[in-house]
């Protein structure tokens, strides 16, 4: 009972820093998984791609119907992520769980850091040729990451889209999440099609108590996300990645020796 309670805690979390942020559902999926759950690295790796592909899918379907998703960015971005992210998850057959774990906590470390970098006035450029060729790359580093370690993202992709494009925060997340469920969904197929070989077993019913949860949270993190500061939302939020990613590292680096 308890175990279901920190469960339902932690998917309302998920849930609202993507509608919120567009960004941090994976981030929080794979501890949550492995420390509440009680589930193996790479078992919650991939789990938490089928969780955040779900959420991610719900969330941008309230966004389609306000029509703040820009199509031509995310098949820019979202298709070299898709590829990249089917061809990463299948590398995750080379490390052992608590490498892959390793792995994930540096790249916390990484998003927390450029959460909390103060926010510089940036002259948004047209998307020109050179713009959409730097959003393929930064696509196909995206979703390398996605497969590899099971992270969403969307803490890369949102800065992205707001650089190299004309977009505003709101359809900046709008795009992200889109992005997001096409490379998370791709990660995970092939994380299911080696399941075997990875010694997964997916709790169907925590994937299902997640991704419901998570998806209403969404949904109500879409609906204030106009009315809460961005920048402060961000920076308490990197101050919890900081934390998480400490206490990960200590932990997955007993497994490493």
Do not use: C
């Amino acid at each position: 009972m308890l175990e279901l309670f920190f469960i339902i805690i932690a998917a309302i979390f998920i849930g609202l820093s993507l509608g919120l942020l567009g960004s941090g559902g994976a981030i929080l999926t794979t501890p949550a998984l492995t420390y509440i759950v009680g589930q193996d690295e790479k078992t919650a790796i991939a789990s938490s791609l089928a969780i955040v592909g779900l959420i991610s899918f719900s969330g941008m379907l309230k966004y389609q119907q306000q029509k703040m998703i820009q199509w031509p960015v995310v098949l820019q971005f979202g298709i070299p992520s898709m590829l990249a992210s089917y061809i990463s998850a299948g590398l995750s057959v080379y490390l052992t769980g608590p490498e892959q774990l390793t792995l994930f906590a540096v790249i916390m470390l990484l998003s927390a850091a450029s959460m909390l970098k103060p926010k510089a006035d940036i002259a948004h450029e047209k998307l020109e040729s050179h713009s959409a060729l730097k959003l393929v790359i930064i696509g196909v580093v995206v979703g390398s990451i996605t497969g590899l370690v099971g992270v969403g993202g969307g803490f890369l992709i949102v800065p992205a889209l707001l650089f190299f494009t004309r977009m505003n925060m709101l359809n900046a997340v709008a795009t992200s999440l889109s992005i997001i469920t096409l490379q998370s969904t791709s990660g995970f197929i092939n994380y299911y099609s080696l399941a075997s070989v990875n010694n997964i077993n997916f709790d169907w019913q925590v994937i299902a108590i997640f991704a419901f949860i998570g998806a209403i949270s969404s949904l109500f993190g879409h609906k204030i996300s106009s009315n809460i500061s961005q920048e402060k939302l961000k920076k308490t939020f990197a101050l919890l990645l900081f934390l998480m990613a400490i206490f990960i590292l200590i932990n997955s680096s007993r497994g490493l020796f």
